[in-house]
Each structure stands twice: as C-alpha cells, then as structure tokens.
Nanobody
Framework: EVQLQASGGGLVQPGGSLRLSCAAS????????VGWFRQAPGKEREGASY????????SYADSVKGRFTISINKSKNTVYLQMNSLKPEDTADYYC?????????????????WGKGTQVTVSS
C-alpha cells in the first residue's frame, strides 16, 4: 500500500507563491506517474499537472500552464508543485495521486493511489 501525503498549503496573497510537496511512503515501482489535482468548494475535481515516471515528461492544465511547475525527487519519493503568480481562483484543496500511466491522468484515469490534501487559499 502506497500512502501519499501533501503538505505546504496555506494562505497567500494574489501574485504570491507556494511550493507544495507530496511525500510517498514508498513506491512499489519506479515508473509511476505522479501528479496533482485540486478541488474547490462546489466545483469538480481538476487535474493540474503530472510528471511521468518513465521519461520525466510533464503536463499541465491550461489553467495553470506557465505559472505552476512540477518536479520529482525520486531519491526522496517526493513530488513538488511550485506555484507562482497565484490567483484567487487557484484556491482549492490540493492533493496528489499516482498511477502506472500518464494516459488520461489529468482526467483521473488509471490512478492507483490518492493522497490526502493540503488547502491553498489565495486571498488579500
């Protein structure tokens, strides 16, 4: 069983930055795709970004492209999400997930593990 725990959320002003971390208890294979999802109150879950464990390729939702950067430190089993130029509409519960394929990942396909979230609030 793989456990994922997100951290690093908080309250930040518009235009500010935060870095989220997702620590995995262990990975049973080293080619997992790991990514971030978010869900705001009253809204559907949205896939934000992922990094492929096979080739390190990344993908971003249009809503965060150019502002968020995902990275992975395999030696620490940790994935990071650097969030810059934050907007009030980025306010959400952010949580990480892992699966064996990048195909459809941002739509929630093929996810084996879901982690608990960390709250991000962007407000002045």
């Amino acid at each position: 069983e793989v456990q994922l725990q997100a951290s690093g959320g908080g309250l930040v002003q518009p235009g500010g930055s935060l870095r989220l971390s997702c620590a995995a208890s262990r990975f049973t294979r080293d080619d997992y795709t790991v990514g971030w999802f978010r869900q705001a109150p009253g809204k559907e879950r949205e896939g934000a970004s992922y990094v492929s464990g096979i080739d390190g390729s990344t993908s971003y939702a249009d809503s965060v492209k150019g502002r968020f950067t995902i990275s992975i430190n395999k030696s620490k089993n940790t994935v990071y999400l650097q969030m810059n130029s934050l907007k009030p509409e980025d306010t959400a519960d952010y949580y990480c997930a892992a699966g064996v394929s990048a195909w459809g990942f941002l739509y929630g396909y093929g996810i084996d593990y879901w982690g608990k979230g960390t709250q991000v609030t962007v407000s002045s």
